[in-house]
C-alpha cells in the first residue's frame, strides 16, 4: 500500500471515530459509543435496541424497529 492510500484510509479512520452525529438509516438512528449519552441526553424519550448484527431473532426484528421509528 502507498503513502497516500495509507495517509487517506488514516483520515477516514480517524473522521470516523471523531464523528459524534449519529447515522440515519430507514428512520432509525445508529448510535455508537462516542455519540450514545449524547443523543440519549438530547430527547424526552428514546426507544434503544441493543442487538448483535450476526444474531437472527435481531434481524428479524429490524423491520418492526424501522416501523416504530416512522410511528413515533
Do not use: R
Amino acid at each position: 500500500m502507498n503513502k497516500a492510500a495509507i495517509l487517506l484510509l488514516s483520515v477516514l479512520i480517524v473522521g470516523a471515530l471523531a464523528s459524534t452525529t449519529p447515522q440515519l438509516e430507514d428512520g432509525v438512528y445508529i448510535l455508537t459509543d462516542s455519540n450514545f449519552k449524547d443523543f440519549i441526553a438530547s430527547k424526552p424519550f428514546v426507544l434503544v435496541e441493543f442487538y448483535a448484527p450476526w444474531c437472527g431473532h435481531c434481524k428479524k426484528l429490524a423491520p418492526e424497529y424501522v416501523k416504530a421509528a416512522a410511528a413515533l
